[in-house]
């Protein structure tokens, strides 16, 4: 086991490398203001570091505890979840898709009351739309059915 986690290591130390030179790419400041690049520079020099601090100390973790079954229903169910709710975006808009995402993670996902998960999915996207269209004057998404 621990040659799966030195090998994990380096792999995510290639990772933030090639995050690294990717970031570096992208403009890092622009008129005052960070550029596209100013957090995945950032991001990719953190996770180099965290890396490097773990492989130089030696504490890797016992066991593989991700991989448990329970554990890979709830990374699948969030993957799908997270994928269906990017593409019905375009179609339905951000505000609907918000709530039926929050809904659908707390039904299918558990540890909610089904109230407090309707509740929670009707409030969130009505404060998203307060947040980002009436106060910051950000146009998010709309959908066919116009919100």
Request: net charge positive.
């Amino acid at each position: 086991m621990a040659r799966a986690n030195l090998y994990f290591r380096l792999f995510l130390l290639l990772l933030a490398a090639v995050s690294f030179t990717a970031a570096r790419m992208l403009v890092y400041w622009k008129e005052g203001v960070p550029g596209p690049g100013f957090f995945p520079l950032w991001l990719s020099l953190l996770l180099a570091l965290l890396t490097a601090v773990s492989l130089l100390t030696g504490k890797f973790p016992r066991g593989v505890p991700f991989l448990k079954p329970p554990a890979v229903r709830r990374v699948a169910v969030t993957s799908g979840l997270t994928l269906l709710a990017t593409l019905l975006i375009p179609w339905l808009g951000m505000l609907p898709v918000i709530g039926l995402y929050l809904a659908g993670m707390s039904f299918i996902l558990g540890g909610v009351r089904r109230r407090t998960a309707l509740l929670t999915a009707l409030l969130v996207p009505i404060g998203i739309y307060y947040l980002f269209e009436v106060w910051l004057g950000v146009p998010l998404p709309v959908g066919f059915l116009g919100f």
